[in-house]
């Protein structure tokens, strides 16, 4: 095209005739040429700036701006662990009054469902057969009694004839054995003069504890035999026991801790144990370790244990449900954050802090109770790191962060046993108490 274009252009220049209709066509159609090709290359560079534009946008927006967020070095403490138990109140005294005779009933003497002290008159057996019956045996005793005293004499005259030969040997020996035989009906009838007389004692049935006591389970008129009719129920409430079973991992735990002498165990020592009841917010009631059973329930895996608990007033009954905390560990420096800063993922716990260079870190923590509204972290953090505590919906480890420091203050009294227990034990020598 560039020869044809010179031609045509020289043939124009010189005025050539022939081809002056062709100079003029081939004039705008290398017009029409040069603005094709001036917007292609216009079009090359608009397509290129956007390019370089986009890149750059997009490379600023790979690092983002820093996320302005709270943070605060933890509260240390010096706290003690307490382990949670679930269980129920148990009366240390419980008494199924049975009758120790038959016969019929006679009189009730006491208001269901009240106090009662120890040996208060309960129900009341119709006496007159068994005083007939001491009667007869008091009879029975006289009369062995005149025979004891009949054979003695005899057997003092036939004494006296010995000495003259007056009577055989055999004969004298006969009125001994008599009078041993005679000796010992005495002695049988007195035992059956005592038996009828605690079976007459026995028509009066008293209370055997003090308590508190049931309904009556028969009526007037109601004939009951000794040992098999139930009359009633009586329970002893001051004070009271608290039962519960703890699984075998804190029974190894307890032991391992006497072991290095930083908790006596509850087998020897009273730790303390305090308890909430179920429409209560706090742990009110506080009691003392009295029992650990000495097997592991092979079906359960878990250990029977107890505790005593003061009730003066009566309010705890056998069967009631409460929750228990027991003195689990001694004294350790525990930091304590607030629960909020804490990230559940799965089956791990972990908050951020700020690292050296200004950016989230993520540390793996191990988490205990609620010690004056704050959670207790037993491990996985320095008491010196900053704590991020609020922003963590938008927080990513290893995302510039601008720090704001604050303080963490108590949010609840110290209400928890976590500080100080009511009785905290000392340091023991384990071998010395074994």
Not at 27 to 36: C, F, G, M, W
């Amino acid at each position: 095209m560039r020869d044809f274009d010179a031609a045509d252009g020289f043939a124009c220049s010189y005025g050539i005739s022939n081809t002056a209709k062709k100079c003029a066509l081939h004039l705008e159609i290398y017009t029409a040429l040069q603005q094709i090709v001036l917007m292609r290359f216009s079009l090359a560079l608009v397509v290129a700036a956007t390019t370089i534009l986009v890149s750059c946008s997009s490379k600023e927006s790979q690092v983002p701006a820093p996320i302005a967020v709270s943070t605060a070095v933890p509260l240390q403490r010096d706290i003690m662990d307490w382990d949670e138990y679930i269980g129920r109140f148990e009366a240390i005294e419980d008494v199924e009054v049975k009758p120790r005779i038959s016969g019929t009933v006679t009189a009730i003497g006491f208001r269901p469902g009240v106090e009662i002290t120890k040996g208060a008159m309960l129900f009341q057996i119709d006496p007159r057969p068994y005083r007939a019956a001491l009667e007869q045996a008091r009879a029975e005793l006289m009369r062995s009694r005149a025979t004891l005293t009949n054979a003695r004499s005899e057997r003092d005259r036939a004494a006296e004839l010995r000495k003259y030969e007056a009577v055989s040997k055999e004969e004298y020996e006969s009125k001994q054995a008599v009078l041993r035989s005679a000796g010992a009906n005495v002695a049988a009838a007195q035992a059956a003069v005592e038996t009828r007389r605690l079976d007459l004692e026995f028509t009066t049935i008293r209370a055997p504890i003090t308590g508190r006591i049931s309904d009556k389970r028969v009526a007037l008129g109601d004939y009951v035999s000794s040992g098999e009719t139930l009359l009633t129920r009586i329970v002893s409430l001051n004070p009271i026991w608290f039962s519960f079973e703890g699984a075998e991992s804190f029974y190894l735990k307890y032991i391992r801790q006497a072991q290095h002498g930083e908790r006596e165990s509850s087998r020897y020592a009273p730790n303390p144990v305090e308890i909430q009841l179920a429409d209560e917010t706090g742990y009110h009631w506080r009691g003392q370790m009295t029992f650990v059973d000495n097997a592991i329930d092979t079906n359960s895996g878990t250990i029977r244990a107890h505790a005593v608990v003061a009730n003066p007033e009566g309010f705890l009954v056998p069967g009631m449900f409460g929750r228990a905390r027991l003195l689990g560990s001694g004294t350790y420096k525990a930091l304590l954050v607030p629960d909020e800063a804490i990230v559940a993922d799965q089956d791990r716990k972990l908050v951020y802090v700020v690292g050296k260079n200004g950016k989230s870190a993520v540390r793996l923590v191990e988490t205990g109770p609620m010690v004056e509204g704050l959670r207790v972290i037993r491990q996985g953090l320095a008491p010196t790191e900053r704590v991020i505590i609020d922003g963590l919906t938008r927080i990513q480890p290893g995302m510039p962060v601008t720090p704001r420091q604050v303080k963490i203050t108590p949010r609840a009294e110290n209400t928890s046993p976590d500080s100080i227990p009511a009785k905290a034990p000392v340091s023991v020598n384990v071998k010395a108490a074994h």
